[in-house]
């Protein structure tokens, strides 16, 4: 098979590598679309020790069965492969799971490629009707959803009665963004510091995308980036008894100001992707049109794949998604 493999910093190479091999309880996908996340880009530019190279990355995927009892089911991946027997799996938080093995992490290869292998349960049947580019959003959508379904539950009042901000227009938190009206919110502010992805996000219903620095206060931050800057920005606005979300990985360290969360009683709740459960909600959520069009994305050739990430590194992708399609 064909797939897009991340072999130094900086470098993708477009060559053939071995087809992966189904085994018991497994199907084979072939690949009609997975997305660029924010960690396929740390590991591009050096930054996540996880992903070593060689790897092939990618884990927002969708496509089509091939062969054995599933063959030509339609489906969207759950990338994140459990147990099924610890105290987390049987609890419903299947996410905390000891052993817990996302594809693009060694040993497992990821979806940027023409084939991927999957056990069936991680597998949801799409709708004729929903086009596999956008089924293919499931998996950053859920990071969302588990966040918002959380946060909704520690927050001390309606989400319809809060002022929720999210800080950063990428696919995180766009998804961030629209799971929160889902679930009910009203007041929903996008921070986005790149101009040219906040026009973008003008265009898209639901929230008002803003710069740094145009909030004051809110009642609930998701943050969707993870950097010390972010972290800064989230703390100095969340009010007396806000909740913080914490979904994105940027860098390990810095940025909170844990003598204001301690006298303000601030709460502040890390978050890792989602249940089995988030997911398969995410995905019927997309295949009924609660989350809206989903019509930000841009798609390029997998064989594109090296520019698509340099373009992404040099801030001059308007779209908070690009889709490659092999």
């Known amino acids: 098979m064909k797939a897009l493999v991340y072999d130094d910093v900086e470098t993708l ?13 497994q199907s084979l996908i072939s690949i009609e679309a997975s997305g660029i996340c924010g960690s396929d880009m740390h590991a591009f530019l050096g930054h996540d020790e996880r992903r070593p190279a060689p790897l092939i ?27 099924g027997l610890c105290r987390a799996c049987k609890s419903g938080r299947d996410n905390l799971c000891p052993d817990r093995m996302i594809i693009s992490m060694p040993p497992r290869e ?4 023409d084939y991927v292998v999957m056990a069936n349960r991680n597998l949801v049947t799409v709708p004729d009707d929903v086009p596999l580019t956008k089924a293919a959003l499931a998996e950053p959508l859920a990071c969302g959803w588990h966040a918002v ?9 309606p989400l319809a009665d809060a002022k929720c901000v999210v ?11 629209l799971c929160l009206r889902a679930f009910g919110a009203t007041d929903i502010k996008v921070i986005e510091p790149n101009e040219l992805r906040r026009a973008t996000l003008d265009l898209i219903d639901g929230f008002d995308a803003v710069p740094p620095g145009a909030v004051e206060q809110a009642d609930l931050v998701i943050d969707g980036v993870g950097y010390a800057a972010t972290r800064a920005d989230a703390t100095a606005i969340t009010r007396p008894g806000g909740v913080i979300m914490h979904i994105g990985l940027g860098e390990a360290t810095g940025g909170l100001d844990i003598r204001r969360m301690t006298l303000q009683e601030i709460t502040f709740i890390g978050t890792y992707t989602y249940t089995a459960e988030d997911f398969r909600q995410t995905a019927a959520a997309i295949f009924d049109g609660r989350l809206g069009p989903l019509d930000w994305t841009e798609e390029r050739a997998l064989a594109d794949g090296q520019q698509a990430f340099a373009d992404i590194r040099a801030g001059v992708v308007a779209a908070p998604k690009i889709i490659l399609r092999p």
């Open 110 to 113: 990821g979806a940027f490629s």
């Open 57 to 83: 990355l990618g884990h927002e995927a969708a496509g089509v069965v091939m062969g054995g009892a599933l063959d030509g089911t339609r489906v969207t991946i759950n990338p994140l492969a459990t147990c």
């Open 167 to 177: 800080v950063g227009g990428g696919a995180i938190g766009v998804g961030a963004a």
């Open 13 to 25: 190479v477009y060559r053939v590598m071995p087809d992966p091999v189904p085994g018991a309880g």
């Open 149 to 157: 379904r959380l946060g909704a539950a520690a927050l001390d009042m």
